[in-house]
C-alpha cells in the first residue's frame, strides 16, 4: 500500500548475517502465501460438478472422502510451518525493538489459523463434504478432524485478529514502521467482518471464507514484503547506522 515517501529513519542495527537471515525468511512467508492462496485456488478444478466455490469450504477440499486430497494435505501443512518460521524468524526480530506487543503479536500470529492452523491440517480432516449425498454439517464435523477444524477456525480467526492488533501496537514504536499501525488494525476488523459474514451468510460460506483466507495471506505478505524494504540496506555499507526507505 503506497503512501509516499517517508522520512523516518529504518534501523538496521545489527550483524549482516542477522539481516541476511531476517530477508531470506521474509522471502520464504511471502511465498508460502502466494503458494498457498494458488494451492486452494487450483483444487477446485478435480471437486467435481457438485461441489460449488461459493457455499462450500476450503477444507471440504481435502475431506476424508474428497478427490485427491494429498496435494492440499501437503501444501498448506508446508505453508502453515513456512508461516510460523517466518514469524519468528523475520517478523518477531525485525520488531523486537516494539518490546512486549511484539512478542505476543508474533507467538499470537504463530498460534492463528495462518500458522498452526494450517500446520495440523493432516489433523483436521472433516468426515463428508457437503458436496457428497447423504452429507450434512453435522455428520461432516462428527469426527476429530470435523471437530478440531471447526475448532481451530474459529478460535485461530481470533487469535489471529488479536496478532494483528498486538503487531500494530509495535509498530507504533518502531522507526520506520508506524505508517503501518492503522492498516493493521484495520485488517483485522476486516477479518472480523469476513467471518461474521461466513457465519451469517451460510450460502456463501465458501464465499467469505475464500475471502478471508486470502485477506490473510495478503496481509502476512504485505507484512514480508514491508521487512524486505526495510531490511533491503542493512549489512552493506554504512551497516549499524540508520537509512532512509520508503513506505509502502
Known amino acids: 500500500m503506497a503512501t509516499g515517501q517517508s ?4 534501523p538496521v542495527h545489527g550483524p549482516p548475517e542477522r539481516w541476511a537471515s531476517i530477508r531470506r525468511w521474509a522471502q520464504v512467508g511471502l511465498t508460502a502465501q502466494v503458494i498457498f492462496v494458488a494451492s486452494w485456488l487450483v483444487a477446485a478444478s478435480w471437486q467435481g460438478p457438485r461441489y460449488r466455490v461459493l457455499a462450500h ?3 471440504e477440499m481435502y475431506a476424508v472422502t474428497a478427490p485427491h486430497p494429498l496435494f492440499l494435505l501437503i501444501v498448506i501443512t508446508l505453508c502453515g510451518a513456512a508461516t510460523i518460521v517466518f514469524t519468528l524468524r523475520s517478523v518477531w526480530p525485525a520488531l523486537r525493538s516494539g518490546g512486549w506487543a511484539a512478542t505476543v503479536g508474533s507467538i499470537l500470529l504463530t498460534l492463528s489459523v495462518a500458522g498452526l492452523g494450517d500446520l495440523l491440517t493432516p489433523f483436521e480432516r472433516v468426515a463428508c463434504r457437503m458436496a457428497d449425498p447423504g452429507c450434512t454439517t453435522t455428520r461432516m464435523i462428527s469426527n476429530s478432524g470435523g471437530t478440531l477444524d471447526n475448532t481451530m477456525t474459529s478460535i485461530g480467526l481470533l487469535v489471529l485478529v ?6 500494530a501496537h509495535a509498530m507504533r ?6 505508517s503501518w499501525a492503522w492498516p ?6 476486516l477479518f472480523l467482518a469476513l ?4 457465519v451469517l451468510a451460510p450460502s456463501l460460506s465458501g464465499l467469505f471464507e475464500r475471502l478471508l483466507a486470502a485477506a490473510a495471506a495478503a496481509g502476512i505478505a504485505a507484512l514480508a514484503v514491508g521487512i524486505l524494504r526495510r531490511s533491503r540496506h542493512a549489512g552493506g555499507p554504512g551497516a549499524g547506522h540508520q537509512v532512509k526507505t520508503a513506505d509502502l
Open 195 to 198: 467471518g461474521a459474514a461466513d
Open 7 to 10: 522520512d523516518v529513519l529504518s
Open 57 to 59: 469450504s476450503i477444507s
Open 162 to 167: 488479536l496478532a494483528g492488533f498486538f503487531l
Open 173 to 178: 514504536r518502531v522507526p520506520g514502521w508506524q
Open 184 to 189: 493493521a488494525r484495520g485488517t483485522g476488523i
